[in-house]
């Protein structure tokens, strides 16, 4: 299971607003409040919903150690090499977002 401070920091690691993460997981903002204080009693679903969409955004839960190696942890997902984005001398207006 993951942690409410894997949560907040999964979020924060990706830049995303609890609203946002509460639209894309399809939870209202309170449900997610509540997970990221640690309260997971609720609706059973809640936790997965939350796990997935920040999965799908790249995040990697990693599980706790044994005492030497830490605790539970967050990452980012390795990028690929399709995730380099426009290289600079493909920029032109038609690419300007």
Same mark, same amino acid.
């Given at each position: 299971? =993951?942690? &409410?401070?894997q949560i907040r920091g999964a979020r924060a690691m990706i830049g995303m607003? =609890? @609203? @946002?993460?509460? &639209?894309?997981?399809?939870?209202?903002?309170?449900?997610?409040?509540a997970l990221e204080n640690g309260e997971f009693a609720g609706e059973p679903h809640a936790l997965f919903d939350v796990r997935s969409t920040l999965e799908?955004?790249? =995040?990697i839960f990693l +599980? +706790? !150690? $044994?005492q030497d190696e830490g605790g539970p942890g967050i990452r980012l997902r390795a990028r690929?090499?399709? %995730? %380099? !984005?426009i290289r600079p @001398?493909?920029? $032109? &207006?038609?690419n300007d977002d």
């Amino acid at each position: 299971m =993951i942690t &409410a401070t894997q949560i907040r920091g999964a979020r924060a690691m990706i830049g995303m607003s =609890i @609203e @946002e993460l509460a &639209a894309a997981s399809g939870l209202p903002v309170e449900t997610v409040t509540a997970l990221e204080n640690g309260e997971f009693a609720g609706e059973p679903h809640a936790l997965f919903d939350v796990r997935s969409t920040l999965e799908a955004h790249g =995040i990697i839960f990693l +599980s +706790s !150690g $044994n005492q030497d190696e830490g605790g539970p942890g967050i990452r980012l997902r390795a990028r690929t090499v399709s %995730d %380099d !984005g426009i290289r600079p @001398e493909n920029l $032109n &207006a038609a690419n300007d977002d």
